[in-house]
């Protein structure tokens, strides 16, 4: 049972810091944009009622969608997962996807305020998302270069 303390430690983790940013967000950035970096990076709020990079999809296919996959990765997880950066990179991305859906199921729509230089707005979720599908991708490559 020890081996699931931290997976669900990242993922209690990411689902805090996602859902408190887009709080005080909500509280102290709307219509305001705050430029950290001139024409690169800057803080401004935003509502998204699409998926990823803002794609419209009806709201009902977005939650069924959601947990569609939130219940393949569990599965993946539990049956796949068998080394600690796996059940990492998973909590990671099911911590955003939980933080995501909450607001969805919640507001229909998302808050996003990370503007950086000409992608699309995005948000804390969206990062361990990114960062977690991005390790399992880089593990089953170096997993297949060493075999």
């Known amino acids: 049972m020890n081996f699931l303390i931290l997976p669900i430690g990242i993922t209690a983790s990411i689902l805090f810091l996602d859902l408190i940013s887009k709080y ?8 305001n944009t705050v430029e950290i970096i001139p024409g690169l990076f800057a803080f401004e709020y ?7 990079l803002s794609l419209p999809v009806p709201l009902v296919f977005q939650v069924f969608l959601t947990i ?3 219940l393949g990765l569990l599965c993946y997880g539990k049956e796949k997962a068998k080394t600690q950066w796996e059940q990492c990179a998973i909590a990671s991305i099911i911590g955003g996807a939980l933080g995501n859906f909450w607001e969805r199921v919640a507001f229909g729509s998302v ?14 979720a969206d990062i ?10 880089l593990y089953e490559l170096s997993k297949k270069k060493s075999e």
């Open 68 to 70: 569609f996959l939130l």
């Open 24 to 31: 005080e967000v909500q509280q102290y950035f709307q219509g």
């Open 46 to 52: 935003h509502r998204n009622t699409g998926i990823a």
């Open 128 to 137: 361990a998302i990114s960062l977690g599908i991005a390790a399992l991708i």
């Open 111 to 124: 808050t996003d305020f990370i503007a950086v230089w000409k992608f699309p707005v995005f948000n804390v």
